[in-house]
């Protein structure tokens, strides 16, 4: 956990550094906003901003932006100024703290962005030879290629693998390919010197740079442009990178570790993946089970969720009942982990009683868990297939696609990245159509469910 502080508060901040340090936290000051940028440009990085509520937030914020540097923000102030904190909130941060500073809440700030709770939960036979073998090689400086459906939990296996190597105690950077634009991705990655580029205003250090001596994370990296995937492969194979507008080779030290939810063989036979660098990045691959196919972590994980929500929301943990874990085992759990994660958020925060029952588990769309599967399958699909196809007679390929797509989104709540692996397609070629569809007007459902309908961004 890396905390920038920005500012000085009269020597309170001191007392905030040694709490946060003495909870595992790489603590660096700045005096300023200008200083701060300096600091996360040149590589060193943070996970959490702690700011003087009396500097220009906002300014903080768009300058940030500005840059495409992505870090959460806590404002702090020596008194419980209300309007202060307000407008601190109202200009980019996530919370306020007074100070001085009370422990325990620095503790669960610093936990909740570090969200240090994401352990390996499993109890199941086909989960427990895959965290075996990540524990066999987590001491090695093998690439590794970690692969499984969205929401089987790859990321929290690739912090599992760092923590038992020897890189443990230097940072774990994560990149998400899929969610960078492609021309921003190659500066992401390997940095750029000042005016290397429009908006390049000076020097910053790439994800390659700021992981030194730590493991770097390829989240989703099936999806990145053939055309950098070379540099890609130049920078894993000599250990040095170029960065953009450079003239200089950098020599890095890093762990690789990559992600997909695609089949990458697939990929490189559709000339959409190198080969040379599928083989370079696995060397050894860990394959996720999708969630249905380990069924004995299903009720360790419903546990895990029950007590880890019931503690965020101060509510008292009540156990789940018979019927509730009957319809938890049952379902098929296309989300995975995160599917499930989210249903018993819900289920915590809406039952009642002494037990979560199965009245209180609801599937996304509302749906009782134990009724959304209905009792006579079969004549509902043939209904539905009856009812599609007279839907499709008169209308062109492009508007039968473009319902499809919006439909498919509306059932993913926004998640443009499961909406793409159902429907069979890259989440470039997603957001391509998604941007054609809002120019011609078409409500385009927000990322993660928000309430409006907006673009495709």
């Not at 920038?4 to 936290?25: E, F, N, R, S, V």
């Not at 994800?207 to 770097?216: H, I, Q, S, V, Y």
């Not at 130049?234 to 992600?259: C, H, K, L, M, S």
Request: net charge neutral.
């Amino acid at each position: 956990m890396r905390l920038l502080i920005i500012g000085a508060l009269g020597g309170q901040l001191t007392t905030a550094t040694k709490l946060a340090m003495d909870k595992g936290a790489n603590v660096t000051h700045a005096d300023s906003n200008d200083q701060a940028l300096a600091v996360l440009r040149s590589g060193r990085g943070a996970d959490l901003l702690m700011v003087d509520v009396a500097l220009d937030i906002r300014d903080l914020v768009a300058r940030l932006d500005a840059e495409r540097i992505h870090v959460p923000i806590v404002a702090c102030g020596v008194t419980n100024d209300a309007r202060a904190a307000v407008n601190a909130i109202h200009a980019g941060a996530k919370e306020y703290i007074p100070l001085p500073p009370d422990p325990d809440l620095i503790a669960a700030v610093l936990a909740a962005v570090a969200d240090d709770s994401r352990d390996m939960i499993y109890c199941d036979e086909a989960m427990a030879r895959v965290v075996k073998l990540a524990q066999q090689i987590a001491g090695s400086e093998a690439s590794v290629m970690i692969t499984g459906e969205s929401g089987t939990g790859k990321e929290v296996l690739a912090r599992f693998v760092h923590s038992r190597s020897a890189r443990s105690k230097k940072p774990f950077i994560t990149v998400n390919c899929a969610a960078i634009p492609e021309n921003l991705l190659e500066s992401e990655l390997f940095g750029h010197e000042k005016g290397a580029f429009t908006g390049a205003l000076a020097r910053r250090i790439g994800k390659f740079e700021e992981a030194k001596g730590g493991t770097l994370l390829l989240d989703e990296i099936s999806e990145m442009d053939v055309r950098l995937q070379a540099k890609l492969l130049r920078a894993i194979q000599e250990r040095v990178i170029d960065r953009v507008g450079g003239n200089r080779p950098v020599p890095v030290d890093i762990r690789i570790i990559a992600t997909s939810n695609r089949n990458l063989t697939e990929a490189v036979r559709e000339g959409r993946f190198r080969e040379d660098l599928m083989f370079r990045l696995n060397v050894v691959n860990l394959k996720i089970p999708p969630l249905h196919e380990r069924p004995s972590d299903i009720g360790e994980l419903a546990e895990y969720f029950t007590k880890k929500y019931s503690r965020a929301n101060g509510l008292p943990l009540r156990p789940l009942s018979t019927e509730a874990r009957r319809a938890l085992n049952i379902n098929r759990w296309p989300g995975n982990v995160r599917e499930l994660e989210n249903t018993l958020h819900r289920a915590v925060l809406l039952s009642s009683g002494a037990e979560i029952g199965v009245d209180g588990i609801f599937s996304p769309d509302g749906a009782r868990l134990d009724q959304a599967r209905g009792t006579d399958l079969a004549a509902h699909a043939v209904m539905a297939a009856e009812q599609i196809t007279r839907n499709l007679v008169g209308r062109t390929v492009a508007e039968v696609e473009r319902d499809l797509i919006l439909e498919t989104l509306k059932h993913c709540l926004g998640n443009r990245t499961r909406a793409a692996n159902i429907l069979g397609i890259s989440i470039r070629t997603l957001r391509n159509k998604l941007n054609e569809y809002a120019a011609d007007g078409s409500p385009i459902p927000p990322p993660h469910g928000s309430s409006e309908l907006k673009g495709a961004a």
